[in-house]
């Protein structure tokens, strides 16, 4: 049995999407619905069941899970990089994926978990998906405190040899709608021109950095799951791995690549960025991804143009879901 957590959000059901094209349908998806519409990434997806978070980790702490695992894709957490609590963040993605890590070990089923690029901070250490340097991160905000913990704690035990972590970047592609203020820029865009015509970007108040022109490495959903089964086919490889294009784009490239795709005219407009986020905002961004090549992941990733084309044209214009 495959258990994904997260499995209705937007990378857990792309992985899902992924795993019924490759056959696999012994799936259970664990994750809080919630009142909003996340329900509708599950509509066109093959599984047997779904367990609330707090249900399944009552059965994984009391060692009652009534059937065999084979594997966890661990990509549930709270993934709000304003999130204020940081007891909620510490018991939701820390405490709890250490408990689905000590379960997985225990019972040598595949763990495979998300980390992400948030633990890197500012960038000055650099982006190399490197355990022996884990220590001089420091996290810009919370949430990524509460990933680079874990992380940490991996690598002191030495549970880091047995699983995988994956540093995820900045992903975007269909089934994000129901993300809120964490969705993608691409999706925000989309909404934006359709309303207006025009897209709000953020001014740069940094010496080097035009308005607009701050870097991040933007990673097609489908490519950043294609790298996360990389992990699921190759089972003897384990350790802590960047997912991302490994080049960096600006936010102009983005949105422009937003307006060609829907066939109007570059219209940007840039404005004050509030002063909460003055002094957490990420400038560049860019993954190395030697490590996951080395690893054996040859296959070819998606050009920033090429993924907004897909995601634009086939699902936000069209309306649709990643199904069958």
Same mark, same amino acid.
């Given at each position: 049995?495959?258990?994904?957590?997260?499995?209705?959000?937007?990378i857990?059901?792309?992985?899902?999407w992924?795993?019924?094209q490759?056959?696999e349908e012994?799936?259970?998806?664990?994750?809080e619905?919630?009142? $909003?519409?996340?329900?509708?990434?599950?509509t066109?997806?093959?599984?047997? $069941?779904i367990?609330?978070?707090?249900?399944?980790?009552e059965?994984?702490?009391s060692?009652?899970v009534?059937?065999?695992?084979?594997?966890?894709?661990?990509?549930?957490?709270?993934?709000s990089t304003?999130?204020?609590? @940081?007891?909620?963040?510490?018991?939701?993605?820390?405490?709890?994926?250490? $408990?689905? @890590?000590k379960?997985?070990?225990?019972?040598?089923?595949?763990?495979?978990?998300a980390?992400?690029?948030?633990?890197y901070?500012?960038?000055?250490?650099?982006?190399?998906?490197d355990?022996?340097?884990?220590n001089?991160?420091?996290?810009?905000?919370?949430?990524g405190?509460?990933?680079?913990?874990? =992380?940490?704690?991996?690598?002191?035990?030495g549970?880091?040899e047995?699983?995988?972590?994956?540093?995820?970047f900045n992903?975007?592609?269909?089934?994000?709608?129901?993300?809120?203020?964490?969705?993608? /820029?691409v999706?925000k865009?989309?909404g934006?021109?359709?309303?207006?015509?025009?897209?709000?970007?953020?001014?740069?108040?940094?010496?080097g950095?035009?308005?607009?022109?701050?870097?991040?490495?933007?990673?097609?959903?489908?490519?950043? /799951? $294609?790298?996360?089964?990389h992990?699921?086919?190759n +089972?003897?490889?384990?350790?802590l791995?960047? /997912?991302g294009?490994?080049?960096?784009?600006?936010?102009?490239?983005? /949105?422009?690549?937003v307006?060609? @795709?829907?066939?109007k005219?570059?219209?940007?407009?840039f404005?004050?960025?509030?002063n909460h986020?003055k002094? +957490?905002?990420?400038?560049?961004?860019?993954a190395?991804?030697?490590?996951? +090549? +080395?690893?054996?992941?040859t296959?070819?990733?998606?050009?920033?143009?090429n993924g907004?084309?897909?995601?634009?044209k086939?699902?936000?214009?069209t309306d649709?879901?990643l =199904?069958?």
């Amino acid at each position: 049995m495959i258990i994904v957590t997260g499995g209705a959000g937007f990378i857990g059901s792309a992985l899902v999407w992924k795993l019924n094209q490759m056959g696999e349908e012994e799936i259970i998806i664990v994750d809080e619905l919630g009142t $909003d519409e996340k329900w509708k990434n599950l509509t066109g997806l093959r599984f047997i $069941d779904i367990y609330s978070p707090y249900e399944f980790i009552e059965l994984v702490i009391s060692d009652a899970v009534p059937f065999e695992i084979d594997t966890i894709f661990h990509l549930g957490a709270c993934s709000s990089t304003t999130e204020k609590d @940081a007891d909620y963040l510490l018991q939701n993605n820390y405490q709890y994926s250490q $408990d689905l @890590a000590k379960f997985s070990i225990t019972h040598r089923a595949r763990f495979i978990y998300a980390s992400s690029a948030a633990t890197y901070g500012d960038g000055s250490m650099g982006y190399l998906d490197d355990e022996q340097e884990l220590n001089k991160l420091r996290p810009l905000n919370m949430y990524g405190y509460s990933k680079h913990l874990l =992380d940490l704690w991996l690598h002191k035990t030495g549970y880091n040899e047995e699983v995988v972590g994956l540093k995820y970047f900045n992903v975007y592609g269909p089934n994000e709608f129901h993300k809120d203020d964490m969705r993608s /820029v691409v999706h925000k865009s989309f909404g934006q021109i359709m309303e207006s015509d025009s897209v709000k970007l953020f001014k740069s108040y940094k010496d080097g950095y035009k308005d607009g022109e701050q870097k991040r490495d933007f990673i097609y959903v489908k490519d950043a /799951v $294609d790298m996360t089964l990389h992990f699921y086919k190759n +089972k003897n490889t384990n350790g802590l791995f960047n /997912v991302g294009t490994g080049k960096s784009r600006t936010w102009v490239d983005l /949105v422009t690549s937003v307006f060609n @795709a829907m066939n109007k005219p570059v219209n940007i407009e840039f404005i004050d960025m509030p002063n909460h986020l003055k002094e +957490k905002y990420q400038y560049f961004t860019e993954a190395n991804i030697d490590k996951i +090549k +080395k690893a054996g992941y040859t296959n070819e990733i998606s050009s920033l143009e090429n993924g907004i084309s897909d995601y634009v044209k086939n699902y936000l214009m069209t309306d649709k879901y990643l =199904d069958e």
